[in-house]
């Protein structure tokens, strides 16, 4: 059974930085997909960074420049490395990897920025 694991989230004043990791389980080389979606308080669900098994990424408009997605098949992990953060990046941020036509989810983990 695949399980992802989050962490690295807290609370962090703007401008301040913050590494979110995710353990997976699994073999993350037999993953295509990776990436974090983030959820606000009373606001839907929305990505933030996607990786590819080729290592392409793709970021919200509104993290670009301050966020970077990597992944370490050797070590099963995805990371979100946040900089210049901002008190509206304050949410769940929830990691996934694709499977196939399958999407594995962990909990999340929450990030608060303080103004």
């Known amino acids: 059974q695949v399980q992802l694991v989050e962490s690295g989230g807290g609370l962090v004043q703007a401008g301040g930085s913050l590494r979110l990791s995710c353990q997976i389980s699994?073999?993350?080389?037999?993953?295509?997909?990776m990436g974090w979606y983030r959820q606000a308080p009373g606001k839907e669900r929305a990505l933030v960074a996607q990786?590819?098994?080729?290592?392409?990424?793709n970021y919200a408009d509104s993290v670009k420049g301050r966020f970077t997605i990597s992944r370490d098949n050797a070590k099963n992990t995805v990371y979100l490395q946040m900089n210049s953060l901002k008190p509206e990046d304050t949410a769940v941020y929830s990691c996934?990897?694709?499977?196939?036509?399958?999407?594995?989810w962990g909990k999340g983990t929450l990030v608060t920025v303080s103004s």
């Open positions: 699994g073999d993350t080389s037999c993953f295509s997909d």
């Open positions: 990786i590819s098994g080729g290592g392409a990424t």
């Open positions: 996934y990897a694709r499977y196939y036509a399958t999407n594995y």
